[in-house]
């Protein structure tokens, strides 16, 4: 059996990178960068560049702006992302113009702050840039004129002190925590999940976005429908976007801005950013405005709970999945919803949403002949997070009153806890396999070298 063995070499250990920055320059870096990183591919055209990315899950990606191919770089970064969450994709920019500014902005939307300014490499400083994580901060200064305020995926966490109650200090924060509600299917509960949610933040300011564009319902917890006004379509004709457009300009961000804050609260240190009105034809929010939602919720609020629709079929509401530091997966225990919810989960998965980031909401659950919301959380492989007792009577009141059920729980109830544990620190949890009936066909990719 000696023979099996596998020894582990310093190189084998070293962080696996794929230089893209085009010939010869290509072997000019492979040469300094080998005895810190273990080079796997050198990409000469950008059209190769997704798919090799996806296949080899390469934890440093080196791109030039000026990697030649039929398409610029621009429209690549987001789908770079997407093809591997973990990779710290690094971007030479070389001169500084214009077009290096708005490409800084671009990457600051998908989280990519490891950026080489100028036409000259330093191999030492270079080096430190590929081994170190950047954040907002560091490219700042790289910004577009008028862009001061870091978007929501790096927005730092904020501790809570532990308590049997949301124990929160009563100041205003530059940054909030985001929360992602999804489901595998509609009607489980989801929106008024998350209306209670925004409920339990008021005190500290929170701001739902609803992204819900097939049943968009997050401000019916709160109002009748025939008193709600504007919504997101309003602001969509009012911006007129074209389909060409990947990040906002200062004045559309201005507008979107200006939008927001005329809209009113719902209940007091309560927003609500509704989804596009409902129609024969569901009209999808573009990318760029909803980043720029985002973006600026987490300016207002300290707490920021995003709405999505059962279906992850837009790349806005996959940005927002990126971007969320939780993401909370709603259920119901019967059979046939807990099948749809492993379906979800298998996307998620293939969409490299991180499953660290993954809680479990059991719905309605002790009812008889269901599964209990242990059984449930085992047969996902998620953590359990909370099982909401079917309580048929109270929710019908709550929609009748249009009050959440969360105003008149006590202090020392589940949705209370959840709310205490989703403002603490959420670090990411190792991954664990799943059981049961819905098993994953094979083990993940893993990150080696630990860098993200």
């Given at each position: 059996?000696?023979?099996?063995?596998i020894?582990?070499?310093?190189?084998s250990q070293?962080?696996?990178?794929?230089?893209?920055v085009?010939?010869p320059?290509n072997?000019?870096l492979a040469d300094?960068l080998?005895?810190?990183?273990?080079i796997i591919?050198q990409?000469?055209?950008?059209?190769?560049?997704e798919?090799l990315v996806?296949?080899e899950?390469?934890?440093?990606l080196?791109?030039?702006r000026?990697?030649p191919?039929?398409?610029?770089?621009r429209h690549i970064?987001?789908k770079?992302?997407?093809?591997a969450?973990?990779c710290?994709i690094t971007?030479l920019?070389?001169?500084?113009?214009?077009?290096?500014?708005q490409?800084?902005?671009?990457a600051?939307q998908?989280?990519i702050?490891?950026?080489?300014?100028?036409?000259?490499l330093?191999?030492e400083a270079?080096?430190e840039?590929?081994?170190?994580?950047?954040?907002?901060?560091d490219?700042a200064h790289?910004l577009?004129?008028?862009?001061?305020?870091?978007?929501p995926v790096?927005?730092?966490?904020v501790?809570?002190?532990?308590?049997a109650?949301?124990d929160?200090?009563?100041?205003v924060?530059?940054?909030?925590?985001?929360?992602a509600?999804?489901?595998?299917?509609g009607?489980v509960g989801?929106s008024?999940?998350a209306a209670?949610l925004?409920t339990?933040?008021?005190?500290?300011?929170?701001?739902?976005?609803?992204?819900?564009?097939a049943?968009?319902?997050?401000?019916?917890?709160?109002?009748?429908?025939?008193?709600?006004g504007v919504d997101?379509?309003?602001?969509?004709?009012t911006?007129?976007l074209?389909d060409s457009?990947e990040?906002?300009?200062?004045?559309?961000?201005?507008?979107?801005?200006?939008?927001?804050?005329k809209?009113p609260?719902v209940?007091?240190?309560?927003t609500v950013i509704?989804?596009?009105s409902?129609d024969?034809v569901?009209?999808?929010v573009?990318t760029?405005?909803?980043?720029?939602l985002?973006?600026?919720a987490a300016?207002?609020a300290?707490?920021?709970?995003v709405?999505?629709?059962?279906e992850?079929?837009d790349?806005?509401?996959?940005?927002?999945l990126?971007?969320?530091?939780?993401i909370m997966v709603v259920?119901?225990p019967d059979?046939q919803?807990?099948?749809?919810t492993?379906w979800?989960?298998?996307?998620?998965?293939m969409?490299?949403v991180?499953?660290?980031r993954?809680r479990?909401v059991v719905n309605k659950t002790g009812a008889?002949?269901?599964?209990?919301?242990?059984?449930?959380a085992?047969?996902?492989?998620?953590?359990l997070?909370?099982?909401?007792?079917?309580?048929?009577?109270?929710?019908?009141?709550?929609?009748?009153?249009?009050?959440?059920?969360?105003?008149?729980?006590?202090?020392?109830?589940?949705?209370?806890?959840v709310?205490?544990?989703?403002?603490?620190?959420?670090?990411?949890?190792?991954e664990k396999?799943?059981?049961g009936?819905?098993?994953s066909k094979g083990?993940?990719?893993?990150?080696p070298?630990?860098?993200?």
């Amino acid at each position: 059996m000696s023979e099996a063995v596998i020894r582990l070499t310093a190189r084998s250990q070293m962080p696996r990178l794929i230089l893209a920055v085009g010939d010869p320059v290509n072997g000019v870096l492979a040469d300094h960068l080998q005895g810190a990183f273990r080079i796997i591919h050198q990409v000469a055209l950008l059209d190769a560049l997704e798919t090799l990315v996806q296949d080899e899950q390469p934890d440093v990606l080196l791109l030039s702006r000026h990697l030649p191919g039929t398409q610029d770089v621009r429209h690549i970064l987001g789908k770079l992302r997407k093809a591997a969450p973990a990779c710290r994709i690094t971007l030479l920019l070389g001169s500084m113009d214009p077009g290096a500014h708005q490409l800084v902005q671009l990457a600051a939307q998908y989280g990519i702050y490891n950026i080489v300014p100028g036409d000259e490499l330093q191999v030492e400083a270079l080096t430190e840039t590929l081994s170190t994580p950047r954040t907002w901060a560091d490219i700042a200064h790289l910004l577009p004129e008028g862009i001061d305020v870091p978007p929501p995926v790096s927005a730092p966490s904020v501790s809570v002190a532990e308590s049997a109650s949301v124990d929160i200090p009563q100041q205003v924060t530059r940054y909030a925590k985001i929360v992602a509600v999804v489901s595998g299917k509609g009607g489980v509960g989801k929106s008024t999940f998350a209306a209670n949610l925004l409920t339990l933040a008021q005190d500290v300011g929170a701001v739902g976005i609803d992204m819900d564009y097939a049943k968009p319902d997050l401000l019916l917890a709160f109002q009748p429908e025939d008193r709600q006004g504007v919504d997101l379509r309003d602001l969509l004709q009012t911006l007129n976007l074209p389909d060409s457009v990947e990040v906002l300009d200062r004045r559309d961000a201005a507008m979107v801005a200006e939008w927001v804050d005329k809209l009113p609260e719902v209940m007091s240190g309560i927003t609500v950013i509704p989804g596009p009105s409902r129609d024969l034809v569901p009209q999808e929010v573009p990318t760029p405005v909803s980043a720029e939602l985002l973006r600026y919720a987490a300016k207002k609020a300290r707490l920021v709970v995003v709405d999505t629709a059962f279906e992850i079929a837009d790349q806005a509401t996959l940005d927002l999945l990126y971007a969320a530091d939780v993401i909370m997966v709603v259920t119901t225990p019967d059979q046939q919803t807990v099948y749809q919810t492993a379906w979800l989960l298998e996307q998620l998965d293939m969409l490299r949403v991180p499953k660290g980031r993954l809680r479990l909401v059991v719905n309605k659950t002790g009812a008889k002949g269901l599964m209990s919301a242990r059984e449930v959380a085992e047969k996902l492989g998620l953590p359990l997070t909370i099982a909401v007792p079917a309580e048929p009577g109270r929710y019908e009141s709550a929609r009748v009153t249009r009050k959440p059920v969360a105003l008149r729980e006590k202090s020392q109830g589940p949705l209370h806890r959840v709310m205490t544990q989703i403002l603490k620190d959420v670090d990411d949890t190792p991954e664990k396999p799943r059981r049961g009936w819905f098993r994953s066909k094979g083990p993940s990719r893993r990150n080696p070298a630990g860098v993200r």
